[in-house]
């Protein structure tokens, strides 16, 4: 009976090789089928010569755990920035499905490799490869790429390769990722049809103010001869002069004070915590970046818990993903209450960010030991509201910009009329005079 080499994978996704006694090559994959093992090549023995044994003994070089390729593998943290979010979920998707469907992670991420347009994510994919071929851990080889995958991606996995549910985690977390996805698209979708219009005011009112309004100013200077203008037709040719005659100074000045928000807005504590707050609070948006930001907390609670990631672990994943200052202080003390061994509902009560319906329905999952399930409902009730939040906010948005524009340009031109208006009806009084006299 001939022998044949083999090269295979076992269940956790690691390559083995050896000899096994078959009548034919059928005989000896089905054979390794029935060990387990997932072969990917069999050759007969006789037909490998020493050129072939070197070829075997190649790979086992470039993959050892001590080797080049495994040290650069995990020496690399945060490489990778040119991945988009819709890039990544469609890999973590087509990951599930090559996983759930039977197939070793370690050849799913090199079929996703082979196929993978985009660079950086196709180079940390073999980096994956690699670090798996070295004798890490999924979720290891995840967290040494943190500008890639977050902590939230990182311990899903790492929990559904401690329970053995890799496959379940992937399809939850492609899940996850998609309908987040789905929800910013919508909020940006819907902001994009007011900043269009601001951003055409802007330049009409930049037009009009700089370009149209100083030549009136000479109109008036002729028709009237000297005599006061309007106080409303002062403030607006004052503003065009100041626009028309320091032009580049106020545009650099306008640019210094948005730097200068979007600083304080993102890179100090207290502006941070201030412009968090007014966005849940601001009017007509407030409303759905509230129902947003409690969404984005149920379902990403609810996804960790319900794949196996102990619950203060699943917090403090929660706060650092949360988005939203406020809810990360809620969310901080649900922390401390669940790690004196009380209730989640007390603190999200008194933060005063989640309303009632929320409170009760957390409640009731806590007391039915049914908390995941109920916080993916409550995510799923959150994701129809911002649906119906965010059409309704659509439509309230294009009348208010309109009359927006319209107030903007009518206030101009209300502004260069008002010195004609009056210049009519002084022109009617000398008529009307002159009448009399004769």
């Known amino acids: ?37 997932f072969p990917t090549k069999v050759t007969e023995a006789e037909a490998v010569k020493p050129k072939d044994d070197k070829k075997a003994k190649a790979p086992k070089k470039a993959t050892d755990g001590k080797g080049k390729s495994g040290r650069k593998a995990l020496v690399i943290p945060g490489f990778g920035t040119g991945v ?21 992670l370690l050849r799913g991420l090199r079929v996703l490799e082979k196929q993978e347009k985009n660079l950086p994510l196709k180079n940390i994919l073999n980096q994956l490869a690699l670090s798996i071929e070295s004798g890490s851990t999924f979720s290891e080889g995840l967290a040494q790429h943190p500008k890639v995958f977050n902590r939230l991606f990182v311990n899903m996995v790492k929990a559904g390769e401690l329970g053995g549910v890799l496959e379940v985690v992937l399809q939850r977390l492609s899940e996850f990722m998609e309908k987040a996805q789905k929800i910013k698209g ?50 607006v040719l004052g503003i065009s002069e100041l626009m028309a005659g320091h032009f580049i100074e106020s545009s650099l000045v306008l640019v210094a004070v948005f730097i200068s928000i979007k600083l304080a807005i993102s890179k100090t504590k207290i502006g941070v915590r201030l412009w968090d707050k007014l966005q849940l609070n601001m009017p007509g948006v407030g409303p759905v970046l509230r ?23 699943a917090l403090t994943i929660v706060k650092e993903t949360a988005g939203n200052v406020v809810i990360g202080d809620a969310v901080a003390s649900v922390y401390a209450s669940v790690k004196e061994g009380e ?25 039915t030991g049914a908390l995941p399930e109920m ?48 210049l009519i009806d002084q022109l009617g009084q000398e008529g009307g005079g002159g009448g009399k006299d004769e």
């Open 186 to 235: 919508k909020v940006v979708a819907a902001m994009f049809y007011p900043v269009a219009v601001l951003v055409v005011a802007v330049t009409i009112l930049t037009v009009l103010m700089v370009f149209v309004v100083p030549k009136f100013k000479l109109i008036f200077a002729d028709m009237l001869e000297g005599k006061p203008l309007p106080d409303f037709t002062n403030f």
């Open 84 to 104: 988009k979010p819709k890039v990544l979920t469609a890999f973590t998707r087509q990951l599930a499905t090559l996983v759930d469907a039977g197939l070793p």
């Open 375 to 422: 916080l993916m409902k409550i995510a799923d009730n959150y994701d129809e509201e911002v649906d119906n939040a965010v059409s309704a906010m659509t439509s309230l948005i294009e009348p208010v910009m309109i009359v927006f524009l319209a107030v903007i340009v009518g206030s101009i031109v209300i502004a260069l009329f008002l010195p004609l208006i009056s």
């Open 291 to 313: 129902k947003v930001a409690i969404g984005r907390f149920t379902r990403t609670l609810g996804t960790l818990v319900s794949s196996g990631v102990p619950i203060l672990q």
């Open 343 to 367: 209730t989640i509902t007390a603190p999200l009560e008194a933060s005063r960010v989640f309303p009632p319906m929320v409170i009760s329905m957390v409640d009731v999952g806590e007391q």
């Open 1 to 37: 009976m001939p022998n044949f080499n083999y090269v295979a994978m076992d269940s956790r996704g690691k390559e083995t090789k050896g000899t096994l006694p078959a009548a034919n090559q059928s005989e000896a994959i089905n054979r390794l089928k029935e060990m387990g093992y």
